[in-house]
């Protein structure tokens, strides 16, 4: 019966490989032809790709479908009549369908990415113990931005709209089409402090050494920071959200 | 003191209107013509514990609208609402814990689940203790039927099971007030009666306050003794459905099956409303003759074959009562 699930676990996870392997022939190109000096080294390049694909599942791609079938259709008047806060309900929503597939993905796939095609062990045990949270704080970061995408459906209603800008901003803004590392330095620079790249760049620069212990705590707090700033954004734009609601049709 | 309370509840909506077509759709793109729904303009009533009173309207009258400011999911424009002493909107959570909701035309059911684990999730949700969910969960299985299809997901469900589902999902917190939307929309007779005889076993022996809106006049005959009748967002009738008869029309028909085709009945007490063949409808005003007395009249004057006494379909009289007040 859950046939069809594990195909299509199956198929994702040769994809994800697949598209590794190009990235990472295209990063080899770029260093034996470039004679500037790059941020990181290609191993470190190597590093960052793989494990992007790995955790591809956590990227914050679209709003909740569910949710956004349920303001439409206006079954959302359901949620409402239930005695339980809206937002934890929604975020925990979001955490689990970022967490189940990139945990059911990531073991496997950078098991087989550091067998086979160059991901490097992390710098050292400090870098290890400090990608932990950096990793964690990622991952709630993206849950609340899916639901504060989720809750401007509450005035947009349809979701189209930030459902095609939302990928394009964070497959460029992320790391996840180009390491943040090999973008010119002031575009970097601001990204740097950007929510998007919380979510896995500043993990992944921490897991092959690129920041020094020195450099872990302000950019963890940084996440945190980024994680509690769309929290609370998304819990006041719901208080706003609920008042100004229609539940659609009749 | 009412357990709720209504006053000059105001709602209005934003329709936002293009005109039909390619050039409608670009003169829309640059102005957008907004006209706004009055869908409740002033509704003031007050409902006392254990009532059970049915909230009737044509589409767009507003029914809809007054529920979800009661349940606590639409904010109006201006009012006052108290429900349990509470203000819906403004403690949407404790007041939500209150009320057991059932729309109609939606589900509350996780789609893909076993009707079963719904129920527990929902008791999850509303904080039920284990053992007084079991309790309730039981009775509503044996009020509702619905051992056989506890294990079956909702999706496969037929629209009558759904629905004495939803019933049960909305009652596992035995709620003290229920808000009904719609509760027999598309039901076939036979379940049509199940959630009467629950909603009226409810109202009886648990004292639950019951709002009820529907466009089904059999469910006001058989459940409500109090009526609200709203249409264009106002109050044109609240009391009893008795009282919804008198004020508009307080005749009754009588209906004569009678032996010759072509015989007509007449008395100076009744008037001759409808004939069709062998069949002669009357109407009377049982304030003037009793429906006794007509009766002998007319069949010491014409054999009969078969006869009885009827209230006007009440159809007939909400139909009325729009007419009278559209002119």
């Known amino acids: 019966m859950l046939l069809q699930y594990r195909v299509a676990a199956?198929?994702?996870?040769?994809?994800?490989?697949?598209?590794?392997?190009?990235?990472?022939?295209?990063?080899?190109?770029?260093?034996?032809?470039?004679?500037?000096?790059?941020?990181?080294?290609?191993?470190?390049?190597?590093?960052?790709?793989?494990?992007?694909?790995?955790?591809?599942?956590?990227?914050p791609w679209t709003a909740d479908q569910e949710i956004v079938q349920k303001v439409r259709d206006g079954s959302v008047a359901y949620d409402l009549v239930r005695p339980m806060d809206l937002y934890w309900a929604w975020y925990c929503r979001a955490l689990a369908m970022l967490s189940a597939p990139t945990l059911m993905r990531a073991a496997p796939l950078l098991t087989i990415a550091w067998s086979f095609f160059?991901?490097?062990?992390?710098?050292?045990?400090?870098?290890?113990?400090?990608?932990?949270?950096?990793?964690?704080?990622?991952?709630?970061?993206?849950?609340?931005?899916?639901t504060t995408v989720?809750?401007?459906?509450?005035?947009?209603?349809?979701?189209?709209?930030?459902?095609?800008?939302?990928?394009?901003?964070?497959?460029?803004?992320?790391?996840?089409?180009?390491?943040?590392?090999?973008?010119?330095?002031?575009?970097?620079?601001?990204?740097?402090?950007?929510?998007?790249?919380?979510?896995?760049?500043?993990?992944?620069?921490?897991?092959?050494?690129?920041?020094?212990?020195?450099?872990f705590m302000p950019h963890i707090l940084l996440q945190a920071f980024w994680t509690l700033a769309l929290v609370l954004l998304g819990k006041a734009a719901l208080a706003r959200g609920v008042r100004r609601l229609v539940v659609q049709g009749g | 003191m009412p357990q709720i309370v209504v006053e000059d509840l105001v709602k209005t909506y934003r329709v936002?209107?293009?005109?039909?077509?390619?050039?409608?759709?670009?003169?829309?793109?640059?102005?957008?013509?907004?006209?706004?729904?009055?869908?409740?303009?002033?509704?003031?009533?007050?409902?006392e514990a254990g009532e059970l009173v049915g909230y009737i309207g044509p589409n767009g009258a507003g029914k809809s609208s007054t529920l979800k400011i009661l349940s606590g999911i639409l904010v109006p424009d201006s009012g006052r609402c108290s429900v349990l002493g509470r203000t819906?909107?403004?403690?949407?959570?404790?007041?939500?814990?209150?009320?057991?909701?059932?729309?109609?035309?939606?589900?509350?059911?996780?789609?893909?689940?076993?009707?079963?684990?719904?129920?527990?999730?929902?008791?999850?949700?509303?904080?039920?203790?284990?053992?007084?969910?079991?309790?309730?969960?039981?009775?509503?299985?044996?009020?509702?039927?619905?051992?056989?299809?506890?294990?079956?997901?909702?999706?496969?469900?037929?629209?009558?099971?759904?629905?004495?589902?939803?019933?049960?999902?909305?009652?596992?917190?035995?709620p003290p007030i229920l808000f009904l939307d719609e509760p027999t929309i598309g039901l076939d007779a036979q379940a049509k009666l199940a959630v009467r005889d629950v909603v009226r076993g409810l109202n009886r022996e648990r004292r639950v306050t019951v709002i009820l809106t529907t466009h089904d006049l059999d469910d006001i005959e058989a459940l409500c003794s109090r009526v609200i009748l709203i249409s264009s967002g106002k109050i044109l009738f609240d009391g009893a459905l008795d009282a919804l008869r008198t004020k508009i029309s307080p005749d009754r028909h009588l209906?004569?099956?009678?032996?010759?085709?072509?015989?007509?009945?007449?008395?100076?007490?009744?008037?001759?409303?409808?004939?069709?063949?062998?069949?002669?409808?009357?109407?009377?005003?049982?304030?003037?003759?009793?429906?006794?007395?007509?009766?002998?009249?007319?069949?010491?004057?014409?054999?009969?074959?078969?006869?009885?006494?009827?209230?006007?379909?009440?159809?007939?009289?909400?139909?009325?009562?729009?007419?009278?007040?559209?002119s």
């Open chain 2, 88 to 174: 819906p909107w403004e403690e949407r959570l404790a007041h939500v814990a209150q009320i057991g909701v059932v729309f109609g035309q939606r589900t509350q059911l996780w789609w893909d689940l076993p009707v079963i684990e719904s129920f527990s999730l929902i008791g999850e949700i509303y904080r039920v203790k284990s053992q007084l969910l079991q309790k309730t969960l039981n009775d509503m299985i044996e009020l509702l039927d619905l051992r056989s299809i506890l294990d079956v997901p909702v999706r496969q469900l037929s629209l009558g099971q759904r629905m004495r589902c939803d019933l049960a999902a909305a009652l596992l917190h035995s």
């Open chain 1, 150 to 215: 989720s809750l401007s459906l509450f005035w947009t209603i349809s979701g189209e709209g930030v459902s095609k800008l939302l990928p394009a901003a964070v497959w460029m803004f992320s790391g996840m089409v180009v390491p943040l590392p090999f973008l010119p330095d002031r575009l970097r620079m601001i990204l740097e402090l950007l929510p998007s790249s919380s979510i896995i760049d500043t993990p992944f620069r921490i897991y092959m050494g690129q920041y020094t212990p020195e450099q």
């Open chain 2, 255 to 326: 209906i004569v099956d009678l032996v010759e085709e072509n015989a007509v009945p007449e008395d100076c007490e009744a008037r001759l409303i409808h004939k069709d063949g062998h069949r002669a409808t009357l109407a009377f005003d049982p304030r003037q003759v009793s429906a006794a007395e007509l009766i002998a009249r007319i069949t010491k004057r014409h054999p009969v074959r078969d006869l009885f006494v009827e209230n006007p379909p009440i159809e007939e009289l909400i139909a009325t009562l729009y007419r009278s007040e559209a």
């Open chain 1, 118 to 146: 160059g991901l490097q062990k992390p710098a050292s045990l400090a870098h290890f113990l400090a990608w932990l949270p950096s990793m964690g704080l990622g991952l709630l970061l993206s849950a609340a931005i899916v």
């Open chain 2, 16 to 47: 936002s209107e293009r005109a039909a077509g390619i050039w409608g759709a670009l003169r829309g793109v640059i102005s957008r013509r907004e006209r706004e729904v009055h869908a409740l303009a002033g509704i003031s009533f007050s409902i």
């Open chain 1, 10 to 59: 199956l198929a994702g996870f040769v994809t994800q490989i697949f598209w590794g392997l190009v990235r990472m022939m295209v990063v080899e190109g770029f260093y034996s032809a470039s004679s500037a000096s790059p941020l990181i080294t290609l191993e470190q390049a190597v590093t960052y790709i793989w494990l992007g694909q790995g955790f591809f599942r956590m990227i």
